[in-house]
């Protein structure tokens, strides 16, 4: 299996614009999650799902955030609009069934708003 | 909400010497995760521990759950300088699948 894959690795944009992250977790994995990654805060969950639902987005810092999963093999992170304290590397990870397991994450993209 | 405080931050290390990060939860905790991120890279899990009291090793490194469920240890006997990276503690509250990070520690290894 490839690992969780996320796309773009390297984001740069332009404060205003949206941004709109993606990830594919490993198959057969039913819980995906979106961290966010900063020096000052560390690494904040933002969202997870399980079996494609949102089960907790409580850690979503705002309106301009949100998150989708259409499907068990695909989910996306959107920015709109973008500012620059929004720059961060954002990772996604996903587990098996049943939860409590570990782990495992995607290499992230690293997001600039300038 | 629950929170997980890391210690130290940082931690200088001469090549051969032990290291030890230390993890406190403000709530009991059903499990604990352990994580490694290299420079540049991404969160690699290591291990979980689940009982109370648990000891758990792999080779140089040895892990700990503390008896009351609140609190774990990282200890690396021997640092060389593939340990180099940030170490995390994670842990899951009852009832819940989410992982709470603490903010790691980041240990340097000097040859």
């Known amino acids: 299996d490839a690992g969780v894959i996320q796309s773009p690795r390297h984001e740069v944009t332009e404060m205003g614009q949206e941004v709109t992250l993606r990830c594919k977790p490993i198959s057969g994995h039913d819980y995906l999650f979106w961290y966010r990654q900063t020096m000052m805060r560390g690494l904040e969950l933002l969202i997870y799902?399980?079996?494609?639902?949102?089960?907790?987005d409580s850690g979503m810092p705002e309106d301009r955030f949100s998150a989708k999963m259409p499907n068990a093999s695909f989910s996306t992170l959107k920015i709109q609009p973008s500012e620059p304290r929004d720059s961060a590397v954002y990772f996604c990870?996903?587990?098996?069934?049943?939860?409590?397991?570990?782990?495992?994450f995607g290499p992230g993209t690293r997001l600039t708003v300038t | 909400g629950q929170q997980v405080m890391q210690i130290p931050q940082y931690q200088h290390v001469q090549e051969g010497e032990d290291f030890t990060t230390y993890c406190n939860s403000s709530t009991t905790l059903s499990n604990i995760q352990w994580y490694k991120q290299r420079p540049g890279g991404h969160p690699v899990f290591l291990i979980q521990l689940v009982k109370s009291g648990e000891v758990k090793k792999q080779k140089r490194l040895t892990f700990q759950f503390g008896e009351a469920k609140k609190n774990s240890s990282l200890h690396i006997t021997a640092t060389q300088t593939t340990d180099v990276g940030t170490y995390f503690c994670?842990?899951?509250?009852?009832?819940?699948?989410?992982?709470?990070f603490g903010k790691g520690t980041k240990l340097s290894v000097i040859p």
């Open positions: 799902f399980n079996n494609n639902v949102p089960i907790d």
């Open positions: 990870a996903s587990s098996l069934p049943g939860g409590g397991y570990e782990q495992y």
């Open positions: 994670a842990g899951t509250g009852a009832g819940s699948y989410q992982l709470t």
